[in-house]
């Protein structure tokens, strides 16, 4: 199971640990933890989370700490018109590639350029990118 955490409140530490796999905003691991960085961020989450880190970084992509090995995917150049959805995209490209069992880095780069993508157009239902989309932007097209 896993959770869009964008926002501290005061059960976000429970919410953290309900699920198997917690995709952070960029500004809520270092709000959790105290740690700017988002690397050390996630290491500090570790010792209270066996599972799955994910953190987006908007256009600089997204990182993921699995088990103690570290992740960095880096975000794709597009025309951006409108980044609103793209974090919703991210995960629903994150979740289309775990659930097809693929490696983390994998899962990762397909879900920077699934919300890529999705901002290339205006609106959030409009942005939502089509597979081959997606596929065209992993290509190189």
Excluded: K, Q
Excluded at 40 to 59: I, M
Excluded at 101 to 113: C, K, S, T, Y
């Amino acid at each position: 199971m896993t959770s869009d955490i964008d926002r501290i409140t005061p059960r976000t530490a429970a919410l953290v640990a309900a699920v198997t796999v917690p995709v952070f905003a960029e500004h809520v691991p270092a709000a959790l933890t105290g740690i700017a960085a988002s690397e050390g961020a996630l290491r500090a989450l570790r010792r209270t989370h066996a599972g799955l880190l994910v953190v987006t970084l908007g256009a600089a992509g997204a990182m993921a700490l699995e088990d103690d090995r570290l992740h960095h995917s880096p975000g794709f150049r597009v025309e951006a018109v409108d980044t609103t959805g793209s974090g919703d995209v991210f995960r629903g490209g994150f979740i289309y590639g775990l659930l097809r069992g693929w490696p983390v880095p994998d899962v990762l780069r397909f879900a920077n350029a699934a919300a890529a993508a999705s901002c290339r157009r205006l609106g959030a239902l409009n942005g939502v990118p089509a597979l081959e989309e997606v596929e065209a932007l992993l290509a190189g097209g």
